[in-house]
């Protein structure tokens, strides 16, 4: 429902970013296939990771609209009402290895955002599959992870339409509240899959 995740996202906020700006992505994307059919009919993750393959009259068209596409659908799967605190497991462990600490984590991850000028998206990734080692890259307009095949364990959208209406010029507050909404169950389950060199999509 639009209004789960309140307090920290609002109903018409959630409502708008899901039903016009994601929908609106997903429409001209589907239209811009319509318009290259020779990419074939594969899931958005495996037309992503063949960006730097794919004919070149396609690649402005599927970095920009597959990248947010893919990034949107990605968003959705990680905030859940009820979650935030901290991971536990193989993915708390390798936030200590990578990070130095769960606090550590956050304070980059938020710094790494917050350094980020203009639209874009920050993740948490492996640095590759079948490796426990963490990263955190933030990558402009709808720039996605898959195609430096560097799979995404966490994701946050930096676009202005993710916040502006509830947290006008303030992506901090936004940033603090996203992390009261992280699923760090279904995170965990990705980084199980791509660090035992499984390219599931949760």
């Known amino acids: 429902a639009y209004d789960a ?3 920290f996202i609002p ?8 039903a016009i700006h ?5 429409a001209a994307l589907n239209a811009a ?5 020779d990419l074939g009919h594969g899931t958005i993750e495996e037309l992503l990771r063949d960006l ?3 004919p070149q009259a396609a690649q402005a068209d599927l970095r920009d609209l597959a990248g947010g596409h893919a990034n949107h659908q990605f968003q959705w799967k990680v ?6 605190g901290e991971p536990t497991g193989a993915l708390a462990d390798a936030i200590a290895a990578s990070f130095g600490s769960f606090a550590g984590f956050r304070a980059q991850f938020i710094a790494a955002a917050m ?3 203009g639209s874009g998206w920050a993740f948490l990734a492996v640095s590759g599959l079948r490796t426990t080692q963490l990263e955190i890259l933030v990558l402009p307009g709808n720039d996605s992870v898959l195609p430096l095949h560097k799979p995404g364990v966490l994701i946050c959208d930096l676009w202005e339409h993710a916040y502006d209406a509830a947290y006008p010029a303030d992506r901090a507050a936004y940033l603090d509240a996203i992390f009261h909404l992280i699923d760090w169950p279904v995170c965990a389950d990705r ?6 060199g499984v390219m599931t999509i949760r």
Do not use: K, V
Request: glycine share 6%; net charge positive; hydrophobic share 40%.
């Open 5 to 7: 995740l309140e307090p």
């Open 115 to 117: 350094a980020h000028l």
């Open 191 to 196: 980084f199980a899959s791509f660090s035992a």
């Open 22 to 26: 994601h929908r609106a992505t997903t």
């Open 33 to 37: 296939l319509l318009r290259h059919p």
């Open 11 to 18: 109903a018409e906020m959630l409502r708008r970013h899901h």
């Open 52 to 54: 730097p393959t794919a």
């Open 79 to 84: 905030i859940s009402p009820g979650q935030g």
